[in-house]
């Protein structure tokens, strides 16, 4: 069994610190421990089953596959690595997502 390393973007490192801000309002510590278990759960999977997310779209025919963890999206792409794209709360308006992430890879 292949290990995939797993790469987390610029764009997915923002998402995880303003995430980690909104969460903190209420305590630090909580948004520390969250964004540490986002991380771990989106890691642990994906180095073993990069392909279980959802394909959602395809761009340059490559498949944008998605994995939830709680209330937030992964979205990710696989080559040799798996990269993080961006995370996004699922109450989220999904089209915003989709367009971003096309902008981002064209």
């Given amino acids: 069994m292949k290990i995939h390393k797993v790469l987390i973007s610029?764009?997915?490192i923002n998402d995880l610190s303003s995430i980690?801000?909104?969460i903190a309002l209420d305590s630090p510590e909580r948004a520390e421990k969250f964004i540490d278990d986002m991380i771990n759960s989106l890691t642990n999977t994906l180095t073993i089953l990069p392909l279980s997310g959802k394909v959602i779209?395809?761009?340059?025919?490559?498949?944008?596959r998605s994995l939830p963890y709680r209330k937030y999206v992964s979205f990710y792409r696989v080559n040799n690595d798996v990269e993080i794209l961006h995370i996004f709360n699922s109450?989220?308006?999904a089209q915003n997502i989709i367009s971003s992430i096309e902008n981002d890879l064209i």
């Fill in 91 to 93: 109450a989220q308006n």
């Fill in 57 to 64: 779209f395809k761009v340059k025919d490559q498949d944008i």
């Fill in 20 to 22: 980690a801000e909104y």
């Fill in 10 to 12: 610029e764009n997915a």
